[in-house]
């Protein structure tokens, strides 16, 4: 209750509003312990089994459908923001089957769980509990100036919303009401949907026209590889660079300007790790969600989708 009064003086709500709401936050046993990292040694990452997950029939038929009905959006979306209509759809794709699976958990409950019960467990629990009481302001800020009724909105178990499950806070910075009817609807308006997650991208830094990988091969022999993989996503390296450590860039990467960041996908404990080479825009995507498999896998749908458009 005291941090209902405190969200209620910082954004000027109702403080009975936002207390009887916070009142109606019911405990989610097992969404703390789904925070909690896996344990060490509990498997080795697998990109292909990764990659089977999100690249498969189900999804990119999916995204034909999605593709076909919102094209002129998607085109729209590219002209206004620069984000091609492949990194859209393979978002949405990844994220909840184009709507298919967005979540049952009511947002309140998740956010109010993770606010006030972080697993202390977690290598990051004061900075992660922090975040999520962030989140729960936001959440309980946007349905108290909108006049909505805030045990209705389900979503993940983390409080993620919506086709493109975007956060509170990322609702409040990044959505768009891109067919101008006057309110922000990230459930059933795909064009809402396909302009926020354009808009998000753009907020990023994302730089049209540029790949986001580049083919490479790295040389076992020679190849520099704790240096090269250092910075883990972050474009850290010369295409010379890159080169003189021992991964060699496809033709394309070899005349890219710009930075790039070796992109390690380890396929089990049996077969060699696949790299690509990492550009800016790469990095952009991570920003949706901190992994290069996602990142990867987001890629990889769009492709395959926009291949069985031209079937």
């Known amino acids: 209750m005291a941090f209902a009064d405190e969200i209620a ?69 590219e002209r206004d923001y620069g984000v091609p209509a492949e990194i859209i759809v393979g978002i949405v794709g990844v994220e909840t089957i184009y709507g298919r699976q967005m979540g049952s958990f009511r947002v309140l409950d998740a956010l109010a769980t993770l606010a006030f019960d ?13 975040f999520f009481r962030g989140e729960l302001e936001n959440f309980l800020t946007q349905e108290g100036r909108t006049h ?26 990044y959505a768009v009401d891109y067919d101008g009817d006057g309110r922000i609807d990230l459930v059933n308006d795909p064009q809402d949907v396909i302009g926020s997650v354009a808009n998000y991208f753009k907020a990023f830094g994302w730089q049209p026209g540029l790949p986001a990988t580049y083919g490479v091969r790295v040389d076992a022999a020679r190849a520099q590889l704790p240096v090269l993989l250092a910075p883990d996503i972050v474009p850290s390296f010369s295409a010379d660079a890159f080169v003189a450590g021992g991964a060699q860039l496809d033709a394309d990467g070899l005349r890219h300007r710009g930075l790039l960041a070796l992109i390690e996908l380890q396929n089990g404990p049996s077969a060699p790790a696949s790299y690509v080479a990492g550009t800016q825009n790469f990095y952009v995507i991570t920003r949706y969600n901190w992994s290069s498999y996602y990142a990867m ?15």
Do not use: C
């Not at 060490?40 to 593709?67: D, H, L, Q, T």
């Not at 972080?118 to 992660?128: E, S």
């Not at 896998?297 to 079937?311: D, F, K, N, S």
């Open 118 to 130: 972080f697993p202390q467990a977690h290598p990051r629990a004061a900075q992660r509990q922090a």
């Open 148 to 173: 909505a009724d805030p045990t209705t909105p389900v979503g993940s178990y983390a409080g993620a919303m919506g086709m493109p499950q975007f956060m509170p806070s990322s609702i409040a910075k």
């Open 297 to 311: 896998a987001v890629l990889e749908l769009g492709a395959a989708v926009r291949a069985a458009m031209a079937q």
């Open 9 to 77: 003086a910082r954004q000027s709500l109702d403080p009975a509003w936002v207390r009887a709401t916070l009142g109606q936050a019911r405990l989610l046993p097992n969404v703390p312990r789904l925070m909690l990292p896996a344990p060490a040694g509990s498997g080795a990452k697998n990109w292909a089994a990764y990659r089977s997950r999100f690249v498969e029939p189900v999804r990119i038929g999916a995204g034909v459908r999605f593709w076909r009905d919102n094209a002129a959006t998607l085109a729209r979306a």
